[in-house]
């Protein structure tokens, strides 16, 4: 089967070092006012490792918690639960082409990557190294060409990426309502009539993430509650265009 065509500003790992959300010639303060680091929790730069068990993979996860990345570094409980759910439902992704939003840490992707799929990772720039970072950590040398890790600002460069991904992933993306128009821009370039979108949410109602589910959302596509975790407060969703209705 043909490589897929890959975006540019992608990096592809090859057995060697390993790549989003900033806007093109932004500097990091820029981001300051859409997408805020919230300082006060990272006060404090440091590294962790923690490791997580999935489908029968075991996964070592790098997490670089600061003001830099700000909440990019951690491991979130959605992505955890998203994780799950693929165990649970004993998902699938060989031979299919997958894309992660909001990447953070990878965790999703990587595990997409390990179950079979041909994955783009993706996020701000300033994220791209931690991503890459994990990737290498957890992709076997010889798969390591179906991981892709790429910088992706919704609403700016998405069409530079592939239309109509078999799968398209993201773990609490929804979090903050002025990225929210631009999250559906991507998501309308990026879902075909073929595509399945999980999301997968943390449902704060300080950030009116039930605003974008059930609001925004329905507008443009097909959305269904796939699994709900009482406990966490977690969502995840399953999406399709409203060409399947």
């Not at 990557?113 to 701000?124: K, M």
């Not at 993306?173 to 370039?189: G, Q």
């Not at 979108?197 to 704060?204: E, T, V």
Request: net charge negative; proline share 6%; aromatic share 10%.
């Amino acid at each position: 089967m043909a490589a897929p065509r890959q975006p540019p500003f992608c990096h592809v790992e090859r057995g060697g070092a390993g790549a989003g959300r900033e806007p093109p010639g932004a500097g990091p303060e820029g981001l300051e006012a859409v997408f805020p680091r919230e300082l006060g929790l990272f006060a404090d730069a440091f590294p962790e490792e923690t490791r997580y068990g999935f489908c029968g993979h075991v996964l070592t996860i790098a997490q670089h918690h600061g003001a830099r990345l700000g909440v990019a570094a951690p491991v979130w409980e959605a992505a955890l639960t998203l994780c799950k759910y693929f165990e649970e439902q004993k998902l699938s992704f060989w031979g299919k082409t997958v894309i992660e939003l909001g990447a953070g840490t990878g965790i999703v992707g990587i595990l997409a990557t390990l179950l079979g799929g041909d994955v783009t990772l993706t996020d701000l720039p300033l994220a791209l190294k931690q991503i890459q970072e994990n990737v290498r950590r957890n992709v076997p040398a010889e798969h390591l060409a179906r991981a892709r890790v790429c910088a992706l600002t919704w609403g700016l460069n998405h069409e530079e990426f592939l239309r109509d991904y078999d799968f398209i992933l993201g773990a609490d993306i929804v979090y903050l309502k002025d990225t929210y128009p631009m999250l559906i821009r991507t998501l309308r370039h990026l879902c075909g009539p073929h595509s399945t979108i999980y999301l997968s949410s943390k449902m704060r109602q300080e950030h009116s993430t039930a605003v974008f589910y059930d609001g925004l959302l329905p507008e443009h596509f097909t959305s269904e509650l796939a699994y709900r975790d009482e406990t966490e407060n977690i969502n995840i969703y399953r999406v399709t265009s409203k060409q399947n209705s």
